[in-house]
């Protein structure tokens, strides 16, 4: 049932259509003439259900009937467009009889009025473009309406809705398709809820030639390099490659940043996706040294062993050494799903050279769970980047930075109660009282997976 705020309660037992069955096929039609819609089901192996609709005897409510007598070829009038106007609002309807598999409803069109007597207006577009107006109907009849008599013409809305975003991809020279090798994660694990094959590219934004302007990265994927778009005087972009080779992995998360303290901005390149097996050479992240043109060079020396599946790079001086260090978010171990990934803290040297130095500052990274996202914060004003974590089948994690260590204090901070499918993090002081809060991305509703308290 429709409950008029874009929800629908499930009425089957309560209207006496719970009895099981394996159906294949369903039809309503008002077969009684009585002004409601009965409905008949086809079974296999069963005989059919036909169900007689009781609305009309026992809520006493309206109705309105019409036939649609179009023009050859189209004499059904399919795809014909209506909409009647009662004291509780408008109804729409586009008339398309056929639904499900080998089910054709009957070709007359059907408006439940409920308590409403009075139509105010019916208007009807027919497939030819003409229009027809009609108004003040009485309800509880049946009416047939004629194409010929039709003697409007309708005329689109051409009106540009006023939007806060318009697309301006072409204007601007923003021409990009993503690429890349079709495979199916189910065929290694049958039961997976998602594939994560398909978990980027990242995208990044600075700018990365030093002109003033901000350009942007869009990740590569296994055996497609990634693209820089650069931005020219009057906003348009000019793309390019990365490098001339393509990326060996899906480049899940990319962070510009100065790596090297030489006033440029370097990249960084997560490796991830599932498509190889875990510890495979190709998942090892790639830092690409800028030359402050903007044309960037692996360094193979700068990172330490990281072949694992990731999805997030985010980038802060945790230890107030002057430099940038970074925390690498894990997302997987391909074909090994939900096992924690391993996540770890990478130390800067100063010189754009990294340390993993997780075991020794932040052990609990290495198994911390599925990582989606990772922000550097703040949280309790004491002058020291504390971590904050999101994943998959993970609550939202809070690493306190001590000065000497990253201390799991999810616990402390209450929020060992808020496991999800969490995919994204932000902060802001968005009530305006001078600290930082915090909004984080769940799966949602709008899923066939239904969570529960247990």
């Known amino acids: 049932r429709n409950n008029r705020n874009l929800t629908f309660a499930d009425k089957s037992k309560a209207w006496g259509l719970g009895e099981p069955s394996y159906s294949n096929g369903a039809a309503y039609a008002d077969f009684d003439n009585d002004g409601d819609q009965d ?65 054709m409803q009957d070709n007359t069109v059907h408006f439940g009025l409920g308590v409403d007597t009075l139509i105010k207006s ?32 309708y005329t689109p809305s051409l009106a540009v809705p006023k939007t806060y975003f318009k697309e301006v991809s072409q204007q601007l020279g923003v021409r990009y398709k993503a690429a890349g090798e079709d495979y199916v994660d189910f065929k290694i694990q049958p039961a997976l809820p998602h594939k994560f094959s398909q978990s980027g590219p990242g995208i990044a934004v600075g700018d990365a030639d030093g002109n003033g302007l901000e350009d942007f990265y869009v990740g590569g994927s296994r055996n497609y390099t990634g693209n820089l778009f650069m931005q020219q005087p009057g906003g348009k972009f000019t793309p390019r490659p990365l490098t001339a080779s393509p990326a060996t992995s899906d480049e899940t998360g990319v962070l510009f940043f100065d790596a090297d303290q030489d006033g440029d901005l370097d990249l960084y390149a997560v490796g991830g996706g599932s498509e190889l097996a875990a510890g495979h050479p190709s998942y090892q992240d790639k830092l690409y040294k800028n030359d402050g043109q903007g044309i960037f060079t692996i360094d193979a020396n700068a990172l330490p062993d990281t072949k694992v599946s990731g999805s997030c790079v985010t980038s802060a001086d945790f230890d107030r050494d002057g430099d940038l260090d970074l925390f690498v978010g894990g997302r997987l171990v391909p074909a090994q799903y939900p096992l924690p990934a391993p996540s770890c803290l990478l130390r800067n ?58 201390v799991n204090n999810t616990s402390t901070a209450g929020l060992s109660h808020t496991s999800g499918w969490w995919n994204s993090l932000n902060a802001g002081d968005f009530d305006k009282d001078g600290d930082i809060d915090y909004v984080a991305g769940n799966l949602g509703l709008n899923s066939k997976y239904k969570a529960s308290k247990e």
């Open 39 to 103: 409905l008949i089901i086809s079974n296999i192996d069963a005989e059919a259900f036909v169900y007689r609709n009781q609305s009309r005897e026992k809520l006493n409510h309206h109705y309105l009937q019409l036939k649609l007598a179009g023009t050859a070829p189209n004499r059904q009038a399919l795809g014909a467009r209506l909409k009647i106007t009662t004291a509780r609002g408008p109804q729409y309807y586009e008339h398309y009889p056929v639904k499900g598999f080998k089910s």
């Open 122 to 153: 019916l208007e009807i577009v027919w497939p030819s473009g003409e229009k027809q107006i009609l108004k003040n109907l009485k309800c509880d009849q049946v009416l047939t309406l004629q194409q010929t008599q039709a003697n409007l013409k």
């Open 349 to 406: 040297n100063g010189q754009g050279h990294f340390t993993d130095v997780t075991p020794q500052l932040a052990p609990e990274l290495q198994k911390i769970g599925l990582v989606t996202a990772a922000l550097w914060t703040d949280t309790d004003l004491d002058g020291r980047l504390d971590l904050l974590l999101t994943g998959e089948w993970m609550p939202l994690t809070y690493f306190k930075n001590t000065g000497k260590k990253l």
